[in-house]
């Protein structure tokens, strides 16, 4: 479910309940099931639920620092030319224009708290992407919308 467009603004006050979306939104994206959490011009959360095998490929947002909290199971990462793994409670930092990626190479589920700031196109990228089956589809809109996904072979072991 996605809802009304999103209208970034200050941050309203307010309870996101756990395993729900704020203002219900809810996507599909690959396999994924990203929550919105918190959304205003400033930042914007997201909870995202991972499928074994599933993951984000190599990519940069030019104009966002990003981060995980991971809550469930263990990410396999690419950060910066760099193979590594992050479980509960580990932090990770992904600064602006820093390649990176995100798998659950695990057998179990992955659960993580996402946010990026500035909130930019993110929210309105998912909008668009929800229920996309299409992978080249999915970079090409991600494009516009200030996420660049690197070319197909270009990180080893991605």
């Known amino acids: 479910?996605?809802?009304?467009?999103i209208v970034l603004g200050p941050l309203p006050k307010g309870i996101t309940p756990a395993?729900?979306?704020?203002?219900?939104?809810?996507?599909n994206v690959l396999g994924h099931t990203y929550s919105m959490k918190?959304?205003?011009?400033?930042?914007f959360a997201f909870?995202?639920?991972d499928p074994p095998g599933t993951g984000v490929p190599p990519h940069v947002h030019p104009t966002q620092d990003e981060h995980i909290y991971i809550?469930?199971?263990?990410?396999?990462?690419?950060l910066d030319g760099k193979w590594?793994?992050?479980?509960?409670?580990?932090?990770?930092?992904?600064?602006k224009g820093l390649p990176h990626a995100y798998y659950n190479r695990s057998e179990g589920m992955t659960r993580g708290l996402f946010?990026?700031?500035p909130a930019g196109k993110l929210a309105a990228l998912f909008d668009k992407l929800h229920n996309l089956t299409d992978p080249a589809e999915v970079v090409r809109v991600s494009a516009l919308h200030d996420v660049d996904f690197l070319p197909p072979g270009a990180v080893e072991g991605a």
């Open 47 to 49: 909870e995202t639920l």
């Open 19 to 27: 395993r729900e979306g704020m203002r219900g939104k809810v996507w």
């Open 84 to 95: 590594e793994t992050a479980g509960p409670g580990d932090t990770v930092r992904m600064p």
């Open 115 to 117: 946010w990026v700031s």
């Open 38 to 43: 918190a959304a205003s011009e400033s930042s």
């Open 71 to 78: 809550l469930e199971g263990v990410f396999t990462l690419y």
């Open 1 to 5: 479910m996605t809802g009304e467009e």
